[in-house]
């Protein structure tokens, strides 16, 4: 029988007791984390290796040089085409609850120097869904980057399409792959790391059209995930949806730990735009 996540705290005491700014459960093993130092461990579990998930301000912080991020199109506003309701209500909670103004930031930054645009997606803004918004910032990021010459690299992280706003999200997968075809004919490198999880429309589109693909160890990833393909009648074979099982299957180039991310960056860009 699967482990249970309190299995391994005292009697009487659930990861909700835990003070969360003084210590953290690791969700996969329970192991017992001093809040001060995950940073320190990029947020991997020093016991079992567990990969938690990242906000995007933490991934910067692990990822580009200090203060070199610099943000493109803030300003960009939702698009609620459909009037759907409570979606607007739902998107300033995650605002709230993450700093983001949509699901994913964009822009440029510095890696040991080297110039590059970025982008971050955050699964707790709607589940990293991909709307108008986040299409449109994907795409000018990538229309930027071959004005001004830049690498791209994109981190992932998405339930896939933006249900609250129906056709329009799905419009977004061609127009992501539209600018995504532009940095390839423009000759500049465009990397994707696929970080836990990334589903959907954005799986179907700019996260695996990067001419590396990363991913990182223990994300699941994949199309329709294993709840919607049940829905089919047919049984998913456990560990299909894995960055390992992709890996080992030819559809992802590089499969790292987190603590390996940052300088393997550095070495593909560098070797791109030496
Ligand atoms: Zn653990």
Redesign the pocket.
Known sequence: MAQQPSDNLPSGITADDIPPDLWQA?P??S?LIYAPELAVELWV?S????HMRLTVWQRLQITVDADSFEEWDHELPLNDPLSFPEYLQKAEQAREKTGMTEAVLTGRAKLEGIPFGIGLMDLSFIGGSMGWTVGERVARLMERAVKLRLPVVMFCASGGARMQESLIALMQMPKTSGAAGKLAQAGLPYITVLTDPTYGGVTASFAFLGDIIIAEAGAAMGFAGPRVVELTGLKMPAGVQTAEFQHEHGMIDMLLKRSQIRSELHSILRWCTA
């Open positions: 690791c996969q093993c192991h579990c016991k079992c290796g567990h």
